[in-house]
């Protein structure tokens, strides 16, 4: 596999929390490709396969958001 999924559930309430998660995962190395929901509270990492799940869920929480629950590629993961 080239790249991995990750999908987090992450409690948001207006559109700078998305746009404080876009801009974490903007900086991340290794993001392939990312897409934050406000309407969802989600956001879905595409990532190369050097980027662990626990990096990912360790940028999101930098933002100061409440992750609730985790997956990586279709697996649910401890957060």
Do not use: H
Not at 33 to 48: G, K, N, R, W, Y
Request: proline share 1%; hydrophobic share 35%; net charge neutral.
């Amino acid at each position: 596999m080239s790249e991995y999924q990750y999908k987090f559930n992450i409690t948001m309430s207006c559109a700078g929390c998305s746009g404080a998660v876009e801009r974490v995962l903007k900086k991340l190395e290794g993001v392939k490709s990312f897409d934050v929901s406000l309407d969802s509270q989600t956001a879905t990492v595409l990532t190369e396969p050097s980027v662990s799940y626990d990096t990912v869920l360790a940028t999101i929480k930098k933002t100061g958001k409440t992750v609730n629950t985790g997956e990586a590629n279709g697996q649910t993961m401890a957060v």
